[in-house]
């Protein structure tokens, strides 16, 4: 009953390290979403996607980027990571729905640890 | 920002009901209310939406005052498995970046036996 799959559960990468955190959802949904989760900060929009090849930035996305090749699969991408960037990782998905009566479903997170 | 306000924590005894208040003061006639909860270690999961009507769903009811500046959140039956972080957000009817969901920090809810 798996919906969002996100890759890594756990995932630790060194300091300057080129970094993909992987994405599906198979509700052909065609809005998807990357956050972070930080003690205190809350979950803060990253980058959000509303179709093929299409991103936009959300309210943090200094130091990510993002790809949309196939409507089920969004990827985060750190170009360099650094230690500020450890935290938990959430990818959601939603429907385009015109009065927006749907939630969004999310995966189950990954914890990157940079060091 | 963030378009609420939520106590940072609350506690429940097992079997009663929990009531989670929310005041959303700015929110206009094109925004919905939404609840979602995040378990310790989990993604966020959407519990229910209204527009200004009350509304109820297996998990949950939510009463939304009259001129729609705060809402609340009931769980009828609270169990030791609603303990979480629970999250009230005001969401753009129209889609586009209006429609995303911004969260704030929630409420706390702990279930005691």
């Known amino acids: 009953d798996v919906k969002v799959t996100q890759s890594s559960r756990y995932l630790v990468k060194r300091t300057g390290e080129k970094v993909f955190l992987e994405c599906v959802q198979d509700m052909d949904h065609e809005n998807m979403f990357w956050y972070r989760q930080d003690p205190g900060l809350g979950l803060r929009l990253i980058y959000f996607s509303y179709d093929v090849k299409m991103k936009e930035k959300g309210d943090i996305p200094e130091g990510y980027s993002v790809s949309r090749e196939k409507k089920e699969r969004f990827s985060l991408i750190l170009e360099s990571a650094s230690t500020n960037q450890t935290s938990m990782y959430l990818c959601?998905?939603?429907?385009?729905?015109?009065?927006?009566?749907?939630?969004?479903?999310f995966g189950s997170g990954t914890r990157l640890t940079v060091v | 920002d963030a378009k609420t306000t939520q106590p940072t924590s609350m506690d429940c005894a097992e079997g009663r009901a929990a009531n989670l208040p929310c005041n959303h003061s700015?929110?206009?006639?094109?925004?919905?209310v939404y609840w979602y909860r995040q378990i310790h270690s989990q993604g966020p999961q959407y519990i229910i939406h209204g527009l200004k009507n009350n509304e109820t769903n297996e998990m949950a009811s939510l009463i939304i005052t009259e001129d729609r500046k705060s809402s609340t959140l009931i769980l009828p039956h609270a169990t030791l498995r609603d303990t979480a972080v629970y999250y009230c957000?005001?969401?753009?009817?129209?889609?586009?970046?209006?429609?995303?969901?911004?969260f704030g920090k929630g409420t706390k809810l702990s279930v005691k036996p």
């Open positions: 957000i005001v969401r753009s009817r129209y889609g586009g970046s209006q429609g995303n969901l911004i």
């Open positions: 959601a998905s939603s429907s385009l729905g015109g009065d927006l009566n749907y939630g969004y479903t």
């Open positions: 700015t929110i206009s006639g094109n925004e919905y």
